[in-house]
């Protein structure tokens, strides 16, 4: 018996030092851009990330600090931009994908399992495909190089519908029959019983979506025309020139939105963890 | 009384209306407007039809590159993507809460972030000068110095799947430790009384057990796959070298908006709409994808 155990104990700690370098080998890549963001970026851009760039020597704040003056203030812009798109999307998204997936999880009635099928087929469709209609559509309504151009397409995520479908079915069907004999509407029955009830799925969703808004690339790329409405993927995109003189602005630029992010990642782990596994399958 | 029933018979239909209106407007509109659109030529103030042109245009090189480039991203993506992510989770299962949740944070750290900024910094790890960081450990093992970027050929394709795994690890790993969390552990552990080892359990309970998330994780991987754009852009902004990183979706953008050709932009998103249907509901039918989502 204390064989077993003594070995185990081995495996344990093979298994926990294989993952620990593993984890630092996927964290690497991160620690070479925090360094590089306090860095000139002349000498990266000609360089590239070198032995000696490595080492947390020599670093200045002057990158960071220049960040919000350097191209007339172009950074905030970009900032304000992916803020107001990921507060506005996100809340708008998570709201509605709520709203459809409940009524799909909730109610039984025809045409259900129609709706459902639907939202299974739009997971599965590239939406990409869509890009050149879609961006007819916009200049019809003149939603060009607006935030509302940007999100009003998404608004309706099917991912999130099957999400709190999910979770919707779980949900007491008891408090459905109570909220009927008080009274109260169905429609109210959703706001005042079960929406609060579903919180935890809002956490997740809520996460899951504006780390979505926040890092979101092709469309917005399409939709903003102009630099001051860039939001700042679309931004630092536009510095990624050839010739590198825009290198101070860009690392910091990276920098400063991702490093907010991987905070509020710490503290939310269980929350993005549970958002992503919505989408697998229950056995 | 009719008026109670009725509005309980209403409400599913108003729950499900929002979804309804989006999927008419920004769905079903959408996908007629591309297919009209691929059977016309399309420029600034004139449109007009011209038939199955723009299909038959779509028999040129650049397409077919396109296209095999997509697969064969798709394929590497499946490859790695599978076995790592799962052997990674079936360690981290193994190990104390507390620790496990670390080392998972730290996997997962790249999908938090945007791919403009994972480009900048691969770009700067595979920059072409001798000293920068890839080439100096290439030059410690005797090998060449690359210009990994302006290269083409399979380097392309390595950077595009290094990228990949890098970003996707983390969150396939979620993926697999959800799964693994549903295999009873009764099952192990009779297994053990039998007397399995590790790797037989492995094999012959974890695998097997594992398959509707193996799956899941599949299917996602072949959407992804074949929707790549992001990786591409960001490396090769004007286009890669003898277009070995050109992809379907970097097609239809760069007919479609660089060239202002919308038809053909069209005609090349409804030829990707095929493939992704086709290649997909195989794989589904297949695996039965479809009948466990119906819970």
Redesign the interface.
Known sequence: MRIIGRKSKV??FG??G???V???V??F??Y??VL?AFRPGQE?M??????ST?IPEGLSTENILGLFTARKGAYGFWLRNSIVIMALRTGLSVF?SA??G???G??E?KG??F??S???F?M??????????????IIGLRLINTVWGVI?????YPFA?FFFR?YA?TLPRAFLDAG?IDGV???GI?FRIMMPLMIPAFGAMIILVS?QS??D??WPL?VMRTEKMFT??IG??SL?T?YGNNYDM??SG?FV??VP??IV??LF?RF??SG??A????? | MTLFTD???R??????F??????LI??L???I??LV?SFQEIVPGQVRFIGGTNYKRLLNPQFFTAVKNSLTYMFWTIVVLIPIPMI?AV??N??PGK?S?L????????A??????????????????D???V??FVRLFGGEPQAWLLAGSWKSMFLLVLIAT?RW???NI??F???LQ?IPQELYEAAEIDGAG?VQKFFRITIPLLK??TV??T??SI?GG??M??ES??LW??GSPDNSGLTI?RY??RR??EAAD?GF??AV??A??FL??LI?FTF?KITGF?K????
């Open positions: 495996i344990g298994t926990v294989i993952l620990t593993t984890g630092l996927f964290l890549p991160v070479a851009l590089a990266l000609r360089f590239g990330i070198t032995l490595l509605f709203f459809v409940y009524g799909l909730m109610y009635f259900r399992s709706f459902l639907l939202v299974l739009l599965v469709v590239p939406i990409q495909i869509l890009i050149l209609p879609l961006y007819r559509m009003l397409p998404f608004v309706v519908i999910q079915v009927r509407s169905e429609i959703f780390l926040w890092n690339f092709l399409i700042i993927p630092l995109n990624l050839p860009l690392l990276a939105a991702t992010i991987i990642f710490l782990q993005f963890i992503l596994s989408g697998s399958i229950k056995g | 509005s309980r018979k409400a599913p239909y108003i729950f499900v929002p979804f309804i209106l989006s999927f920004f769905f509109y959408p996908v407007s591309t659109m990674l360690l981290l193994s190990i620790k949740y080392l998972r944070g730290m996997l997962f750290i790249p938090l972030m945007s791919v403009v900024v994972v480009g900048t910094i691969f770009r700067l790890l595979f920059a072409s000068s000293m920068a960081l080439n100096r890098w690890t983390g969150i979620v993926y430790l959800s799964g549903q590790p509707p998330t899941f994780v299917a996602i959407f074949l929707a754009f992001e852009y960001i902004s004007a979706v239809i953008y479609g908006f919308m932009g069209s998103g409804i990707l709409l992704v249907l997909s589904l479809f466990q989502e119906r819970v």
